[in-house]
């Protein structure tokens, strides 16, 4: 872990405010939620770790499934078109649908996702997301129902976001060091 670690220049939250972050959406889920059992999706890979934790904030019956999404490169990124390499096992016709994210950047990924499960006539979906990135003068396209915390526009990893796919395993949130990526 120390070689992680190293990398990171500032904590932008720590394991015990992430833990209350996720408690408190947990917590409102559960409240909105009861009677519903909901299907947590979660978005792979970054939200597996959020997802792991908020299902455990929730203490109304829920299940989960996985959808694994992949843009096609930088300017496909930005028009939002993203291709399926793992769709759902479960089928989403009439159940209510909570997507779980880490983390929301422009919103493209999500407002594709949700166009597609909204096609499947789910009763109902919302979106819980980990964090939001603020980008001044730049709103998401979509709006999450749940958000946990705002993160600032920076190059962020750890808690499920990595850099070349690494850093997901920091139970932090931190800012990398450029040295680390250059
Ligand atoms: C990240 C993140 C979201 C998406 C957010 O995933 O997990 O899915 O980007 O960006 P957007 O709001 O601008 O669409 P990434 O493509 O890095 O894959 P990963 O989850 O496997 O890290």
């Not at 070689?3 to 559960?30: C, K, M, N, P, Y």
């Not at 299907?39 to 970054?46: D, E, K, N, Q, S």
């Not at 950047?105 to 009763?123: E, F, M, Q, V, W």
């Amino acid at each position: 872990m120390e070689e992680l670690h190293q990398d990171i220049s500032d904590v932008i939250l720590t394991e015990e405010e992430i833990r209350e972050v996720v408690s408190r959406v947990g917590a409102e889920i559960s409240a909105d939620y009861a009677g519903k059992n909901p299907l947590i999706v979660a978005v792979l890979r970054g939200a597996f770790i959020f997802t792991a934790d908020l299902m455990r904030a929730i203490t109304v019956p829920c299940s989960v499934d996985f959808m694994a999404v992949s843009s096609y490169g930088d300017s496909v990124k930005s028009s939002g078109v993203v291709r399926i390499v793992k769709d759902l096992d479960t089928k989403v016709e009439g159940r209510h649908v909570i997507i779980a994210e880490d983390i929301l950047d422009s919103g493209l990924t999500l407002s594709y996702l949700i166009k597609l499960l909204r096609a499947r006539r789910p009763a109902s979906i919302e979106v819980a997301t980990f964090a939001v990135k603020d980008i001044q003068g730049k709103e998401p396209a979509i709006e999450p129902r749940y958000v946990g915390t705002h993160v600032p526009n920076e190059f962020i990893v750890g808690y499920g976001l990595d850099y070349a796919e690494r850093y997901r395993n920091l139970p932090y949130i931190g800012v990398l060091k450029p040295e680390a990526y250059v």
